[in-house]
């Protein structure tokens, strides 16, 4: 299929790069597909998380570690049946990063702002993904020095 991607342009997105959210993503349920872009060539530390139903809707994710950060919450038997998971090492967790411009607008107090508290797993085996809303902090965050 192809689409037209604000980040991108014009993509192919062959059917095994599709990914599922049965349930889309809070805000956005309507976008039930998606699949995983990233600039050819580049070292795909954030990834893009492309919608395929509505194409301008675009995540910038990455992996925690990419952060510093050792995260880990559990997942529900309704969310482990949702994602059709059955090895955990099948499971990629990533959160979704987005520019912060900072209070005064100046580049010295941008940075990127990472959402935590809903996460995104998804099942690489089965190509099916959720986002977890975590609404009270019950998972462990560990933040590591970059060396």
Do not use: W
């Amino acid at each position: 299929m192809k689409i037209e991607s604000p980040v991108f342009g014009s993509i192919e997105v062959s059917e095994d790069k599709v990914i599922e959210f049965p349930h889309g993503l809070p805000g956005f349920e309507s976008c039930k597909r998606f699949t995983l872009a990233y600039e050819e060539g580049s070292v795909a530390a954030v990834l893009q998380l492309q919608s395929l139903d509505d194409p301008p809707v675009v995540f910038s994710i990455t992996g925690p570690e990419n952060l510093g950060v050792h995260y880990e919450f559990s997942l529900d038997d309704e969310e482990v049946k949702l994602l059709q998971l059955t090895r955990p090492e099948d499971a990629l967790v990533a959160v979704i990063v987005r520019k912060d411009e900072g209070g005064d607008g100046s580049p010295a107090t941008a940075g990127l702002r990472a959402n935590f508290m809903a996460p995104v797993v998804i099942n690489v085996a089965a190509r099916r993904g959720l986002q977890k809303v975590i609404n009270k902090l019950g998972c462990d965050i560990t933040l590591r020095a970059q060396g």
